[in-house]
């Protein structure tokens, strides 16, 4: 049996919540919540090819894709955890069209927090056996305690997050999460049901050769991205990059982020607000990047800077490295420059 002398996951939430004033613990017994619910869909995760919860559940979500199995799964285990916990008074899911209402408490106790949580992304990997990831965020409530959560409450810029963080379900499981004070990641030991803090204070190396972009959309992209790639691909000091696409943003981020690397999903001519969502997967992802020394935009203004409009809202997404990040907003203002 190992020897972990390192921290658990438990033991760095209760010491860090001293980095919040007045903190009644909420925050980290949100956190405590999500752990737990990460384990549970960690399991079913590792068995799905024999439990008979692999493919299609028979039904679409509001985005219009077919929900997997394990999507509704997952769905249902965050919201389980999160709702029996007393501490959140709301939640928004890529897998709920509209946002849910958690009742205060028999006890009245009345949580200030809301999530909004990607319950599986990348879950149509899971067929085969490609690693899949959850991502959450969390902020706190602007309507008064104790009234109805209401639309606005999760309609705020990513700058107001109070925390965000992703679980990586791969060749181990990962917990990934930032509170603004930096980045930190903890790794899951299954056979004791413990995470453990495996890479403290994460950061982006400032540029990196790895580029993450579907490039079967190429001649679908603006100019300006299709401009980035040929610079990628140039034969110069510093190139050609490595391509790599997993098809899963938390585990092409994951790695970028430790050994440098930018991912983009931009707009296109199909999709002009391009495929990820801000509020559960841009807004979560580019606070940590930018947290772990990174940059993350939608190809000109920061992501976290976006006023939302609605739950499920696209837009285009440039994240990394921030020489990298910064590089490819210049390639897209010179095409925009050539346009006018
Ligand atoms: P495409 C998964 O559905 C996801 O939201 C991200 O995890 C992933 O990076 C992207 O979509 C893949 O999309 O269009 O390249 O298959």
Redesign the pocket.
Known sequence: MEDYNLQTLGEFTIEKQNDFKYTSGELSRLLSAIKLASKMVNREVNKAGIANITGHAGKTNIQGEDQQKLDILAHNIFIEALSQREVVCGIASEESDDFIEIQPSKNGHLSKYIVLIDPL??S?NIDVNVSVGTIFSIYRRISPPGSPVKIQDFLQKGICQVAAGYVVYGSSTMLVYTTGHGVNGFTLDPSLGTYYLSHPNITFPKTGKIYSI?EG?YIKFPQGVKDYIKHCQKEEEDRPYTSRYI????S?FHRNMIKGGIYI?PSTSQSPNG??RLLY?CNPMAFLAEQAGGKCSDGEKRIMEITPSALHQRVPFFCGSYSMVKKAEQFIREAQRQIL
């Not at 098809?247 to 938390?250: E, T």
């Open positions: 992304d990348g149509s579907n959309n098809g899963s943003l938390v092409d999903y495929k990820l997967e």
